[in-house]
């Protein structure tokens, strides 16, 4: 079975433009996660959704940041206007439901660089 | 809210034994969990504990005090390939609805050593 896809693996950009990231969680799993990984910050949730449904967004760090799941296949994130200070890795993790709803299976990740 | 502390780092020789302790404050738990990430790479899951108590997975084991708010990772028979950052995590309800947010600590790094 194929894990989490993430796209893109890397991308850089300049500031004030706009950066899509984009997830496909595994087949069957109902929890999508996106997380940020910094070295200041470490890894810290962003939003969850749970069978389409944004749940908690409450670690979203500003306006700019926004976050879609049209289907059970695919989610975006989005951040516009970029900024230096959202250089980060980026992380999208899925998990399914039943008695192992607490595994969490993560995304190879994008690393974004806004200079 | 909630915290959690995890020394920064740990070194080892192969074959040695590592413990890496947690402890956290969290408002609401569910369990604790613990993924290992190795430079580069994405997080994996190692191991989760609801309960007070041992769970062994191989040369993996972790445990759990609920009333001491403490768990810990026990690493035995070191290899190698051990070398990575290894994360305790606090399942919790979520204000807005009970769900399977994780907050992380800042991570262990462990170094084995020939």
């Known amino acids: 079975d194929a894990g989490v896809i993430q796209s893109p693996r890397h991308e850089v950009t300049e500031m004030g433009q706009e950066v899509t990231l984009r997830c496909k969680p595994i087949s069957g799993h109902d929890y999508l996660f996106w997380y940020r990984q910094t070295m200041m910050r470490g890894l810290e949730l962003l939003i969850y959704?749970?069978?389409?449904?944004?749940?908690?967004d409450s670690g979203m760090p500003e306006d700019r940041f926004s976050a879609k799941m049209p289907n059970a296949s695919f989610s975006t994130l989005k951040i516009q206007p970029s900024e230096p200070r959202d250089s980060a890795v980026y992380f999208c993790?899925?998990?399914?439901?039943?008695?192992?709803?607490?595994?969490?299976?993560f995304g190879p990740g994008t690393r974004l660089t806004v200079t | 809210g909630q915290s959690l502390e995890q020394p920064s780092e740990v070194t080892a020789v192969e074959g040695a034994i590592v413990q890496i302790n947690c402890t956290y404050q969290t408002s609401g738990f569910y369990g604790l969990s613990w993924y290992q990430q190795h430079d580069g790479g994405a997080p994996t899951f190692l191991s989760y504990?609801?309960?007070?108590g041992l769970e062994e997975t191989g040369r993996f084991s972790s445990f759990l005090s609920r009333s001491d708010s403490y768990g810990y990772l026990l690493l035995q028979e070191l290899q190698m390939k051990d070398s990575a950052s290894y994360f305790c995590?606090?399942?919790?309800?979520?204000?807005?609805?009970?769900?399977?947010?994780?907050?992380f600590g800042g991570g262990t790094r462990v170094l084995v050593k020939p």
């Open positions: 993790a899925s998990s399914r439901p039943g008695d192992r709803d607490y595994e969490q299976y």
């Open positions: 504990n609801a309960l007070d």
């Open positions: 995590a606090v399942r919790s309800p979520t204000f807005k609805a009970a769900g399977n947010k994780l907050t």
């Open positions: 959704f749970n069978n389409n449904v944004p749940i908690d």
